[in-house]
Antibody
């Protein structure tokens, strides 16, 4: 059974940092691109970043470039999102998501989500 | 960025009804269109990818069609478990989602 479990969410002050983790099981992690997608009541679903199978290629939505870093550890079957210089508008539920085979940005499995609240 | 616009934003229907949700892209996306279902407090679930291919385990009452800029999701006969929010998403470039269509019980 495919499972993705996020952790590391919480309350952080504006300008602060937070690191999200996503532990995966049930599939060969190193064979798939992975993404982070966030959801807010106001903006809906927004793709945040993705990373190639071997970590050699990463992409970001413009609003987080230079502040967020996606990474992975294939030996630990884990995906990460380091979020720096957090802003109120980064408040959201963050999902890790597995991409379908190849580099297609189609998300066939999702975690349950981690809530990140940026507030003073 | 490619903008995705869904209509309607909300829809009331009854069990057994046939419903159609529309998604329009701001530019042509060929067949790079996916549909997701989300229930409150849960993650989105992939229903249909590449416009019309049913994800494994998804009931055949769900279907998708379209090409270019205009796409539809159809549920042929609504069941109680289908009341949820539906999102389209393009996968041709940096992925973007529609704003969602909330399907409610009439």
């Amino acid at each position: 059974e495919v499972q993705l479990v996020e952790s590391g969410g919480g309350l952080v002050q504006p300008g602060g940092s937070l690191r999200l983790s996503c532990a995966v099981s049930g599939f060969t992690f190193s064979n798939y691109w992975m993404s982070w997608v966030r959801q807010t009541p106001g903006k809906g679903l927004e793709w945040v970043a993705n990373i190639r199978k071997d970590g050699s290629e990463r992409s970001y939505v413009d609003s987080v470039k230079g502040r967020f870093t996606i990474s992975r550890d294939n030996a630990e079957n884990s995906l990460y999102l380091l979020m720096n210089s957090l802003r109120a508008e980064d408040t959201a539920v963050y999902f890790c998501a597995k991409q379908m085979v190849g580099s297609s940005t189609t998300f066939d499995y999702w975690g349950q989500g981690a809530l990140v609240t940026v507030s003073s | 960025d490619i903008q995705m616009t869904q209509s309607p934003s909300s829809l009331s229907a009854s069990v057994g009804d046939r419903v159609t949700i529309t998604c329009r892209a701001s530019q042509s996306i060929s067949s790079c269109l996916n549909w997701y279902q989300q229930k409150p407090g849960k993650a989105p679930k992939l229903l249909i990818y590449a416009t019309s291919i049913l994800q494994s385990g998804v009931p055949s009452r769900f279907s998708g069609s379209g090409s270019g800029t205009d796409f539809t999701l159809t549920i042929s006969s609504l069941r109680p478990e289908d009341f949820a929010t539906y999102y389209c998403q393009q996968s041709c470039s940096a992925p973007t989602f529609g704003q969602g269509t909330k399907l409610e019980i009439k």
